[in-house]
């Protein structure tokens, strides 16, 4: 296998207003908003995904193909992080979660899903606020990001998976079969640098992912479940 060239810079979301979905999501995580070309990035700490929001006209058409998990403290911090998010915008959602699960079902000001995790939830133990990248797909694309990013898999059973890197920090899983349908190019993906552009093209299609052609500011490619990502030089 080739040497892993990519690091992952972000969780990229499309946005109708970059700056308003921003200035929902920093105090949520407590990050600082730095201006990017078309958008603004909110950098993680080490081991934390980065959460990249870019201003397109794409319009949202059916769930996310990810999702965010917003980890808290006690019950009080579960409670106290849901009441801010509703002050920031944000609205409950009901995607057929039961009564009796802990976790809360929230959709921010642009209708992206995401859950404020239950406390003492093992699963996200240690992993941060932003927990985990909640994904829809395949145990062979978790198989995939696992050689992509070279991340540890860290989850593998009944066709659920999950990598987490080595640092620790965000995990991103993916909930198998069955895929919900793919309705047009996803607003969510993953964004990955790289220091040899052509080379790493090379492995990750060689992995399973598909070139979809070249943008201005690096290259889109789909992973074996169709999901785009991008590559950008680092």
Not at 39 to 57: D, I, M, N, R
Not at 94 to 106: I, K, R, W, Y
Not at 174 to 198: C, I, Q, V, Y
């Amino acid at each position: 296998m080739l040497e892993v060239s990519s690091d992952l810079v972000a969780v990229t979301y499309d946005a109708r207003d970059a700056a308003r979905l921003a200035a929902f999501w920093a105090p949520l995580l407590g990050r600082e908003v730095v201006d990017v070309a078309g958008g603004a990035l909110l950098v993680g700490a080490p081991g934390q995904a980065g959460l990249e929001l870019v201003t397109t006209s794409t319009e949202k058409a059916g769930p996310g193909r990810f999702h965010l998990h917003v980890t808290s403290d006690g019950d009080r911090d579960q409670q106290q992080t849901v009441e801010q998010a509703l002050r920031l915008g944000a609205r409950h959602l009901d995607v057929g979660q039961l009564p009796e699960e802990g976790h809360v079902v929230l959709a921010d000001p642009e209708g992206n899903e995401f859950c404020v995790i239950e406390p003492g939830n093992g699963f996200l133990a240690g992993c941060g606020v932003l927990g985990e990248v909640s994904g829809d797909g395949t145990r062979a694309v978790g198989v995939f990001w696992h050689q992509a990013l070279g991340w540890p898999l860290v989850w593998d059973q009944d066709q659920e998976t999950a990598v987490q890197s080595p640092q620790g920090g965000t995990k991103i899983s993916w909930g198998g079969p069955p895929l919900a349908e793919k309705l047009g190019r996803n607003r969510e993906r993953l964004h990955l640098a790289t220091t040899d552009l052509e080379a790493e093209v090379a492995r990750l299609t060689a992995l399973g992912a598909t070139e979809i052609g070249p943008l201005l500011d690096g290259v889109e490619l789909a992973d074996p479940d169709g999901n785009e990502f991008l590559l950008t030089p680092r």
